[in-house]
């Protein structure tokens, strides 16, 4: 047996803190669930609140604006907002293979550069060019997926290691980047190396895509409304010892509707079973790499790391047609664009999202969305399995933790030194994560630094039980996670001292890791 372990790092897209079963959810995830039980849950694990920034910091370790991603993937004129992952910032990946790691990525991109992906834009990509890195070009020795943002599951430009691919028959992008991932799996243990496979699923993203099958599993389970799934699932946290059950539910969302006063019940059920489906498939998915796992005798030394980039999204889908986007099928039929309410959502000719109130039930029992750095903006599962080096199992651990701390966990497990990939100038910033692998050993372990949050102006700053936040331009709030996680009781005139002292810690955080005020880089940009 190797002596380090393999490393399966799979990353989700805008899934909501209470989706799966294991933190709270309805939808069905046995296999999740199951490496829960057999693993570690983290009820308190944070990311950066949108997909292009928590990916760079996925990938290197260090907060997004230092490694070149502070926005998203348009260059807004700074280093710091380049939009791609600066090149002296080593990945994950680099680090990694200084210790002899194969290693493979498969799925959505997104951290190097803005990729047209409209019909025929591909024609106008460029894999050489050192503004738009690719997972090639960062360490990675394979690649299978897409270095965009995302788009329909059944119709996007693929590309690997070697260019632009034929789009196979039957594609759906859960599946496929599932299969990719087990390829390159094998591959490694053929050449008898220990692997770091990223898979990151654009799943469940919109476009509300899935398959029949699925779809058909949850329809008409959602008629009871958003308002009785956020009950439901916040009574559930609480008793699975997730939540402290003196955190009381956020207020549903001003702009959701009571689920008595929604038009269209039926249709908001099938937008949301469509959605379960996603999830449900993601699950299947990774049921079939535990298989996998379990078959070539790989499972107990495997390092299997579970999160979602951001909260669910809130974002509604115009009937307009999208710009970015391919415009057609597989079987080149046009794409109908819009939460229309004459059409089922669910197949590849339709581009919709679940919108607003569904996302609010989705990262029950939080405030707020994908794209702000309230605690339904920023809050993730994490589930780590690993039968080989975890002590004790079905566990919750609530020490606050961030993803930049995987990357500093994963060097620390596989003997790798994120020093030995720093050979590029200028000098790459220290690593902000911090291991937590004396939890996995079953120790007390808790973060020493403070969080920093910044994403288009959002704000926010977590030290010890204290979270100081605010959305962009508002005033600053202050809560007391301790006893108000959901962030109900803003303090912020009744401790005035301590939000002072607070603001200057965060300034201090953002000029150290090269955050800018937003409305000044937005105004860089229109220069």
């Known amino acids: 047996m ?56 996925l990938l290197t370790g260090v907060y997004p604006h230092q490694a070149g991603v502070g926005f998203m993937v348009q260059n807004m004129g700074h280093p710091s907002y380049q939009g791609y992952l600066k090149e002296n910032v080593p990945t994950i990946a680099e680090v990694l293979k200084t210790a002899g790691y194969a290693t493979g990525y498969s799925g959505k991109w997104h951290a190097g550069g803005h990729w047209p992906r409209g019909d025929g834009d591909a024609a106008k990509w460029r894999f050489d060019d050192p503004t738009h ?79 029949p099958e699925d779809i058909a599993k949850y329809r008409g389970r959602y008629r ?29 969302d001003d702009q959701a509707p009571p689920w008595t006063e929604a038009e269209d019940r039926d249709w908001e059920d099938a937008r949301m079973a469509t959605y379960a489906a996603m999830v449900d498939r993601v699950d299947q998915n990774v049921g079939r790499i535990i298989e996998h796992l379990r078959q070539t005798n790989e499972l107990d030394n495997t390092l299997i790391i579970f999160l979602s980039d951001n909260g669910g999204c809130a974002e509604q889908i115009g009937p307009g047609p999208r710009a970015m986007e391919i415009q057609t ?13 004459d059409l089922q959502p669910g197949a590849p000719d339709t581009f919709m999202s679940y919108d607003l109130p569904w996302a609010n039930a989705s990262n029950s029992p939080f405030r707020r969305f994908k794209h702000w750095v309230h605690e339904g903006g920023i809050s993730t599962p994490l589930i780590v399995h690993w039968p080989r080096g975890i002590a004790g199992t079905g566990i919750i651990r609530h020490e606050v933790c961030h993803l930049i701390d995987i990357p500093a966990t994963v060097y620390e497990l596989a003997g790798a030194d994120y020093a030995d990939a ?15 692998a004396a939890a996995l050993a079953g120790h007390a372990w808790q973060r020493q630094r403070a969080l920093g949050f910044e994403h288009e102006g959002n704000c926010a700053f977590r030290d010890g039980d204290l979270k100081l936040v605010r959305c962009h331009n508002r005033p600053w709030e202050l809560y007391d996670m301790s006893n108000d996680r959901t962030e109900m009781h803003d303090l912020a005139d009744q401790y005035p001292e301590q939000l002072r002292a607070l603001v200057g810690k965060y300034n201090d955080w953002a000029a150290r890791c090269e955050v800018l005020p937003f409305d000044e880089v937005r105004a860089g940009k229109k220069r």
Not at 198 to 210: G, K, Q
Not at 227 to 246: F, I, N, S, V
Not at 422 to 436: M, W
Request: aromatic content about 10%; charged content about 20%; some cysteine.
């Open 2 to 57: 190797k002596d380090q372990p393999n490393v399966l790092l799979i990353l989700c897209d805008d899934m909501g803190y209470s989706d799966i079963g294991c933190y709270g959810g309805e939808i069905e995830t046995p296999n999740l669930d199951a490496l829960a039980a057999g693993g570690l849950r983290f009820s308190s694990m944070y990311n950066c609140a949108r997909c292009c920034p928590s990916r760079a910091a």
């Open 133 to 211: 890195p690719t997972p090639m070009s960062r360490g990675f020795d394979r690649f299978y997926g897409n270095p965009a943002g995302g788009g329909s599951y059944f119709n996007i430009h693929l590309i690997n290691e070697h260019g632009l691919l034929e789009l196979p028959e039957n594609f759906y992008t859960t599946d496929n980047y599932t299969s990719a991932a087990i390829d390159m799996m094998n591959e490694a243990a053929a050449a008898d190396q220990p692997f770091f496979v990223h898979l990151c699923y654009n799943a469940p993203h919109w476009p509300l895509h899935a398959l």
């Open 224 to 252: 009871q409304g958003w308002d009785a799934m956020r009950t439901a699932r916040h009574e559930q946290l609480k008793g699975m010892g997730m939540l402290d059950p003196r955190w009381e539910i956020s207020r549903r």
């Open 329 to 341: 099928t597989p079987d080149g039929r046009p794409m109908r664009f819009g939460n229309r309410r």
């Open 422 to 436: 720093c050979q590029k100038e200028p000098a790459a910033p220290v690593i902000e994560g911090e291991s937590f």
